[in-house]
């Protein structure tokens, strides 16, 4: 019997009964583990557990968004793969995609710094001297970085582009917690602990992703703008003051256009007994605020990040 047999942990070197090491959890070694048969059965044990967690987390953020933040929140997790692993599938697909068509909005390049900024928004005007200061400071890093390389301007600025691809695979992670310190500061009181807020915006983060990817699809390879009408009915000369008052250009339009309803729809479905106005008004602050992080501070901090690990 194998639960009365004494082993000897080969990791720990622990005795114990059973199958598992009660020191550091290594299963026990029998020989028939190596036979090909054993081999071939952990394999497709592996690739239906990974696909049925993945699949039914996946159709969840696009069916019932929220519904994964929730059970998480409740501590129903083993049948969903983690915030994490959504995350790191969705930044996979995102890149594969947008390098096979050219999308590169995610990814900033020399002078970039020099596009958007928080005074760009009504109430924060005032700000322009800052806005200012830091296209300043990436200039003089920019130039030192340049004159540290000896190379010519074309051959800094493809050298750079490729370290930002490169990097910006990696960085956009902190996406994560940017963003998630925005909506728990909204939501701290519902919030019980950060960690929460954290899954809630991996989630966002992964469905962001992978909607800008179709999107980018039917985009650059087909030439079909699906957000078209909207752009062209919301931005009629009669109506675009009050449009770029409420959502900006019109490239932060059509984010707007799915990030506030996934965001709404998730809110509403985590804090049930938040009225719809509440989180409509909060909805629609932060998505804003998150799309000042994304396309905003987190593409000026990677041109920062870059020329300073640029190699």
Known sequence: DNNHEVNTCPSCKT????????????????????????????????????????????KYIF?????????????????????????????VLFFFITHIVGVTDYTPNIGDEKFGGISGYFIFKWLSPLDDWIVKQIGILTDAKLEHFDISVNEFTNRFWLNSYIYSKSFIVLLIPFSGTAI??????????????????????????????????????????????FTWLL????????????TGSRFELIHMLYWIPYLFIAFKRVF?????????????????????????????LLIVLTLLLMH
Do not use: W
């Open 15 to 58: 005795k114990f009964e059973g199958k598992f090491c009660h020191n550091c959890g290594e299963k026990a070694f029998h020989e028939k583990d190596y036979t090909i048969k054993k081999f071939i059965e952990q394999t497709v044990d592996i690739f239906t557990h990974f696909d049925g967690k993945f699949v039914r987390s996946i």
């Open 63 to 91: 069916t019932k968004p929220g519904f994964l933040a929730q059970q998480n929140m409740q501590g129903i997790r083993v049948k969903y793969a983690k915030p994490m692993q959504i995350f790191l599938l969705a930044n």
């Open 184 to 229: 728990y500061l909204f939501f701290k009181k519902r919030f019980r602990y950060f960690s929460n807020a954290l899954a809630f915006t991996a989630h966002f983060v992964s469905f962001q992703l992978i909607v800008f990817s179709i999107i980018s699809i039917f985009r650059y390879r087909y030439e079909i703008d699906v957000f078209q009408p």
């Open 235 to 246: 931005y009629r000369e009669e109506v675009r003051p009050i449009t770029q008052f409420f």
């Open 272 to 300: 049930p007994d938040e009225s719809r106005l509440v989180i409509f008004i909060k909805t629609y602050f932060i998505a804003r605020i998150l799309f000042f992080i994304t396309f905003v501070f987190y593409k000026k």
